[in-house]
């Protein structure tokens, strides 16, 4: 694969900067806030729940959670809840919209070390706002050549980001911490995918396991694409 | 002017379907749920209170809409509201994000007429995965050679869309019902701009005087815009 590589795409959050680590923490301050009801354990599985039922219209991204936080809060406490309970839920969100940007190990060095002999993209999925905010914040925005804000990322849209890049599948390169959406629909087209592990991933992203597949790349860290380039 | 024009753009919402009326039937239904409290008048002002302070974070959207009702409920009842009025209001939204989409008069004939002559781009701002929901619904999306889901629409986001577009100023051609985000910008790039009137305007988009420009077009409904192209 090495020298058809052209254009490398990287997913954001958990890969490029962190983000999961940040909405367990506000899902284990929302479940505190309803320990009066439920157990924790029960009020996590209750807001997923919630969460999957509502992803059709909300998509994905923190307003979205924050709503469905609210949700889950009314109908597990029987409406109950207080209105302070529903304050503290939207602080939670606002504080995830507004927290600051924490690059992943190793990120900036491998994008300076790509630049000039890659065209370099990022496709990630979540609000528009929010990640242009990121985006902005990270530092990163000079290193990418196109920023593709998704929907999705079913194979669907990797073919029509594909075709809007005018690149072959054997000359795309994905990078992503997630197998589900960086890499199974990647492969499907047979484009080349590499899975950089996140230390924690969001239940709905989870898939136990490795594709067997020519294409695919097993990386320890986002840095060791360097020695799968060379 | 007639002949230097390309690319023609078009806002969604208001221009080419109806939007402005649903939100505010929602926001009459959500302003009646807090009528023990305070006189509707009084609770629309503060739920637009509540809407231009989260703008920053929120952006433009349903979901924006929903938090900030919320937001606003528990604010004007002083933490007294039901967790039934909560779920009202997430009802209005979920009503809203499913709405089927309604293609305002002259439209599908419009776009038809200025196919193959023009290259016809789509510029709206909005949640991502509900203005592609609406995109899909409105059977327009085979006219459009881009589709540009916008997290504002300031200067420098039409200089950007230009910019991707590879289009000069000159050559460009932007149609849409607010004065405030789809026209005055575009003219301030030198480019065209025509104002469509919407029945209704948003309070955050209205803006009185029309703009005194050679490169502004007003016109009564979009397919007037056919007479000033030949």
């Known amino acids: 694969m090495r020298n058809k590589i052209k254009t490398i795409a990287f997913d954001a959050d958990d890969t490029l900067w962190v983000n999961e680590t940040y909405f367990q923490e506000a899902e284990r301050q929302f479940c505190a806030l309803l320990s009066a009801y439920l157990p924790a354990e029960a009020a996590a599985r209750e807001l997923f729940h919630t ?11 923190i307003k979205g959670v924050m709503l ?3 949700e889950t809060a009314s109908r597990v406490t029987e409406g109950k809840a207080s209105m302070q309970l529903i304050n503290k839920t939207i602080e939670l969100g606002h504080e995830l919209l507004q927290r600051p940007v924490e690059l992943l190990h190793g990120v900036a060095e491998t994008l300076e070390q790509l630049q000039g002999n890659y065209r370099l993209v990022m496709a990630t999925k979540g609000d528009l706002l929010d990640q242009e905010r990121k985006i902005k914040q990270s530092g990163l925005q000079g290193f990418f050549h196109h920023i593709e804000i998704m929907s999705n990322k079913k194979v669907e849209n990797y073919a029509r980001l594909l075709k809007y890049l005018n690149c072959a599948p054997e000359n795309f390169l994905m990078l992503g911490n997630s197998i589900k959406s960086d890499v199974l629909p990647v492969l499907e087209l047979e484009a080349f995918a590499g899975h950089v592990p996140f230390t924690t991933t969001w239940l709905h992203e989870q898939h136990d396991a490795k594709p067997e597949h020519p294409n695919f790349i097993e990386l320890a860290s986002i840095a060791d694409i360097l020695q799968h380039l060379d």
Chains 1, 2 share one sequence.
């Open 68 to 70: 469905s936080m609210i």
């Open 51 to 61: 969460e999957m039922k509502n992803l059709a219209i909300y998509g994905y991204g």
